[in-house]
């Protein structure tokens, strides 16, 4: 196991009874499906409960000014309920109490929240949890494929420590790290060795998972950069939800990512493709519902979008998708 660093964590279950039968009034922002699952458990009902919704600033802004007054924020459920329980909880400056619904939730380990702009994402604010706590019967309840896809911003890192050497030979971006970019083949390690409890279900194999995006969260707040966990495989996901409009869930998207990356790279494909299989994550494009049409369009724009977007140098920059780079990406994907 990874020994974690990062915000104050608790494992369990039935966390979330004991912290709001210690709070005066809350307010909650949630996802439909865990909240009715832990809402029967509060010691006494919320002030307010808010639908996690877009992450515009336009909207977080108008939940601020709406809000009803409360001795603290709950976020329970994935990325969107925890980026705008953080947003309330940094502007309306009330402590923070972050539920998880999914073991791909970064968003309840990092600092900053991910705001939708300009077709792209912007980071602001700056929030800091009393604590994470992680419902392991939450966790049970949601959907086994989506529990699974929740390695894929932890396998990222295998693409991004690739595209952060090319980065540094290209005289671009941030200084080589030699204690992050070890670390991003120790995550790697964790992930081989924990794929296979995920899959079965087990707790432990959620915890393990969570550790690591605890410890990345921390990382990329020391390091100040995310070069380690981030590269194209994520640029690649970007232009995907541009192209087509549509929002896969993040980490069978970086995953997917991922391997036609590492292909194109040049970086050992098969160690991610036999991790996410250990994982009995979706991989396959068919069980995803996307079809090849929607890959080959969004590899077609990566290029150009990495240079709009401004975003690392990476094997993105100046990549020509040409018939030949396609098959590559074809055959990442094992599709026929
Ligand atoms: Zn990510």
Request: hydrophobic fraction near 45%; glycine fraction near 8%; proline fraction near 5%.
């Amino acid at each position: 196991m990874i020994d974690a660093r990062g915000f104050a964590v608790v494992y369990g279950r039935d966390l979330l009874a004991g912290v709001t039968g210690s709070l005066d009034s809350y307010l909650v922002v949630a996802h439909p499906e865990p909240w009715a699952l832990v809402a029967p458990t509060l010691a006494h009902a919320p002030a307010a409960v808010i639908d996690a919704g877009e992450l515009t600033l336009d909207h977080l802004e108008q939940l601020v000014a709406t809000a009803p007054d409360a001795s603290a924020v709950v976020g329970i459920g994935g990325g969107s309920a925890m980026d705008t329980a953080k947003w309330l909880h940094w502007r309306l400056q009330r402590p923070l109490y972050q539920v998880p619904s999914l073991p791909s939730v970064n968003a309840c380990f990092t600092h900053m929240i991910a705001l939708r702009d300009a077709g792209g994402v912007r980071y602001a604010g700056d929030a800091v949890p009393e604590r994470v706590l992680v419902d392991f019967d939450v966790m049970a309840a949601a959907p086994p494929a989506l529990v699974r896809g929740g390695i894929g911003d932890v396998l990222s890192c295998h693409t991004a420590r690739h595209d952060w050497q090319l980065g540094v030979a290209a005289g671009r971006d941030h200084p080589w790290d030699e204690q992050a970019a070890a670390m991003s083949l120790a995550y790697l390690d964790e992930l081989e060795s924990l794929a296979p409890r995920l899959a079965a279900g087990l707790d432990d194999g959620v915890q393990r998972l969570m550790e690591c995006h605890r410890d990345i969260g921390w990382r990329c707040h020391e390091l100040g950069h995310a070069r380690f966990e981030e590269g194209s495989e994520h640029f690649f996901a970007y232009a995907f939800e541009e192209v087509t409009g549509r929002a896969i869930m993040h980490g069978e998207l970086v995953t997917l990512g991922v391997l036609i990356m590492s292909a194109v790279q040049g970086n050992d494909p098969e160690r991610p493709r036999r991790i996410a299989d250990a994982s009995m994550m979706r991989t396959a494009l068919a069980d995803l519902g996307i079809s090849w049409a929607e890959v080959e369009s969004s590899l077609r724009r990566v290029p150009s979008f990495v240079e709009e977007q401004r975003l690392w140098y990476s094997a993105a920059n100046g990549l020509v998708v040409d018939d030949a780079l396609l098959s590559i990406a074809r055959e990442a994907l094992r599709f026929p």
